[in-house]
């Protein structure tokens, strides 16, 4: 086995520490109103003794270990812990069912469980009964275990270590079920200089950290800020809310976080533009227009002066740079925050197998809206598109030096994953224009095959009813017809506080603007639910949704 990346890592994980010493690497904003700073030399601490901690706990280098947590520091400190004691990290959502989390527990056959105590008390102790299982809540430099809690492992020493393994992320995408992604320490080395060439770090850049650490880019935002020497900022409980008071209270330079957050955002300040009245409005639209023309076409971001004092009340007054990952952000959304004189538009795409970054806009990029970037931005990554339409849009195929280490324990869908030549086969559609900018188009598994023989992303159809309600959250997905040789779109609706009046008077607005709609967004059924079904970082589980009404029609 091959541990240079481990060591390579401790070697940086050390140095950074050690230069910065005194500054603050976390900054915990707690819900009544204080702050806590964790300094890279506390961290650092907390981080050997933990090593130490961990080896009279009996775990070895190789080992797997859960973090089961909220988004707090204490479970990114845990990953820097584990990281440094060459344990694998495995990453379970806090919010997931805990029968899913029990199954992901005995799956993953790990050593030692970190979690916090509403988790712990739900956690199957037959599963963990012969393994430490740390708490989270305890903000000690020491690592303690729950009360009954093995004090040292017993389970048979793991039968497959992999030093190579940094984490394992659970995804499943939104077409099938979750698989157990090996990340590996190369990757998280590898990508510093893209990292760097991407945003232009210097070492004195803040972070405000809202995208959760089980996630790809949580995970890779979590270790290249703090190896790159900058500095994060965590909200403890968060919300959309609590997300707004810390532009004002961290200040950051730099932020990211899902699309949806930044349409929300954006009506909002629409909303606050339109209740100055209509000559203030015309005249900030007309503004907008100009500093439009000026960014896009002369590559002058006047936006930076005219709409200082609109940033400031959003986003505090030293942001500088926004970054939207998980799915493609809205075009007219990307060029509103231009306009408004953001510096930095950082555009990323990428996958839980092919690590971040893969493609992205950054500081090279003027006036990066419509694209998830320059396929040849980055050294040791290429892309393809295989088997390309008319239109030149096929899948989307990756190779890459970040790719992960495999599926956990399934060589068979590791070796499916790819095709003859290497490529990842990502099930994204897309094309690559004239200027080697990459499009993205949908995914293959979730687009809609109509009738008429096209194929409609329902990304599409999402936002062309959601121009109509912007208030209502929509999601379409494609159902099977009968005869099952095409698609037909169904329309899923949150019900939220609408009544069945309410509900039948939108269903006959939709029906109306549908018949007289391109047939590709003709809607076949409207469905009104609790809520839809979403991944961690706000993807659609589409697949979800269509499967609901398949189940339906066969009990018929």
């Known amino acids: 086995m091959n541990i240079q990346g481990n060591q390579e890592f401790v070697e940086r994980f050390d140095y950074v520490c050690e230069k910065y010493a005194d500054k603050a690497a976390i900054t915990y904003l707690r819900d009544d109103g204080t702050k806590d700073d964790f300094t890279f030399k506390e961290i650092h601490g907390r981080v050997k003794n933990a090593k130490e901690r961990f080896k009279n706990a009996g775990l070895c280098p190789g080992d797997r270990a859960a973090i089961i947590s909220p988004h707090t520091p204490f479970a990114v400190m845990a990953g820097y812990a584990l990281a440094y004691a060459n344990i694998a990290a495995v990453l379970i959502d806090s919010a997931l069912p805990m029968e899913e989390i029990n199954r992901l527990l005995e799956f993953s056959d790990v050593r030692a469980v970190f979690t916090v105590p509403a988790a712990y008390e739900n956690i199957d102790k037959s599963k963990c009964g012969d393994i430490p299982v740390f708490d989270l809540s305890n903000e000690a430099s020491e690592y303690h275990i729950f009360p009954g809690s093995a004090e040292t492992a017993t389970r048979p020493a793991t039968a497959d270590p992999d030093l190579d393994v940094i984490s394992i992320l659970f995804s499943s995408g939104t077409t099938s079920t979750m698989k157990g992604i090996m990340l590996n320490f190369y990757a998280v080395e590898n990508s510093r200089p893209m990292f760097y060439k991407l945003t232009n770090t210097t070492d004195n850049i803040s972070l405000l950290f809202a995208l959760p650490f089980n996630h790809v880019a949580g995970f890779f935002i979590a270790f290249q800020i703090f190896l790159s020497g900058n500095s994060l900022g965590m909200i403890e409980k968060m919300d959309a809310l609590k997300i707004a008071a810390a532009f004002h209270s961290y200040q950051p330079e730099f932020f990211a976080l899902v699309p949806k957050f930044y349409e929300i955002v954006e009506q909002k300040i629409r909303q606050s533009i339109k209740e100055k009245g209509r000559i203030i409005e015309g005249i900030i639209y007309l503004l907008l227009v100009i500093s ?42 990307v060029s509103f925050f231009l306009d408004l004189g953001i510096g930095i538009w950082a555009n990323f795409y990428s996958l839980t197998e092919t690590y971040v970054p893969t493609i992205a806009t950054g500081t090279f990029e003027r006036y990066p809206a419509g694209t ?14 295989h088997d390309p339409d008319e239109n030149g849009v096929g899948e989307i195929r990756i190779k890459t030096i970040l790719i992960m280490k495999g599926y ?62 912007p208030d209502i959250a929509i999601a379409s997905s494609g159902v099977p017809s009968k005869d ?45 639910i609790d809520k839809l079904p979403l991944t961690s970082v706000g993807k659609v589980k589409r697949f979800q949704l269509r499967e609901t009404v398949v189940g339906k029609q066969e009990k018929k």
């Open 408 to 469: 956990f324990r399934d060589p068979e869908q590791t070796a499916a994953a790819f095709d003859e030549d290497g490529y990842f086969k990502t099930g994204d559609l897309g094309y690559i224009d004239k200027k080697d900018y990459l499009h993205v188009t949908g995914r293959m598994k979730e687009a809609i095959h109509m009738h008429t023989g096209k194929k409609v992303a329902p990304t599409d159809v999402d936002s062309f009813y959601s121009n109509h309600f």
């Open 292 to 333: 439009h023309f000026s960014y896009k076409y002369l590559g002058l971001n006047i936006g930076k002066y005219l709409f200082k004092s609109i940033r400031a009340r959003v986003f505090g007054k030293r942001l500088f740079g926004l970054g939207s990952g998980g799915a493609m952000c809205n075009e007219s959304t």
């Open 372 to 385: 998830e970037g320059k396929i040849n931005r980055f050294d040791g990554i290429d892309v393809k598109i």
């Open 484 to 528: 099952g040789t095409y698609d037909e779109i169904h329309l899923f609706i949150e019900k939220g506080e609408l009544s069945a009046d309410g509900q039948q008077e939108l269903r006959k607005k939709i029906i109306d603007i549908s018949s007289q709609s391109s047939t590709l967004y003709q809607i076949s059924s409207i469905h009104f």
